[in-house]
C-alpha cells in the first residue's frame, strides 16, 4: 500500500501561528508493528484535544469512526478544497 506522508518535520510545539493566523496542528506519526495499525495523532494547536487517524489497505478510522478511503474522500473533499 502506497501511503503519502506528511512533510517532515511535524509541528509538536504549542502555538505556533501559520500564515493566516490559525494555530499549527500538531502531529505524531506511529508506523505499524504487528497487529498495531499505523496512526496518525493530531493535537489542537492550542490545547490537548486530539484526534487519533488509524489507516491500512482497508481504509481509514477517525475518531472512531472506520470508512473506506473512497467515503472519507467523498465526505472531506468538498471541505479541503480551496475557494
Known amino acids: ?37 499505523p496512526r496518525y495523532l493530531v493535537k489542537c494547536g492550542d490545547c490537548e484535544n486530539r484526534l487519533e487517524i488509524f489507516y491500512d489497505e482497508g481504509g481509514l478510522e477517525i475518531g472512531g469512526v472506520h470508512a473506506s478511503r473512497q467515503e472519507w474522500t467523498r465526505l472531506l473533499g468538498p471541505l479541503l478544497v480551496s475557494r
Open 1 to 37: 500500500m502506497a501511503t503519502r506522508s506528511l512533510p517532515e518535520p511535524y509541528n509538536h510545539k504549542l502555538a505556533q501561528p501559520d500564515e493566516t493566523g490559525q494555530w499549527k496542528l500538531r502531529i505524531w506519526h506511529r508506523q505499524g508493528r504487528g497487529r498495531q495499525s
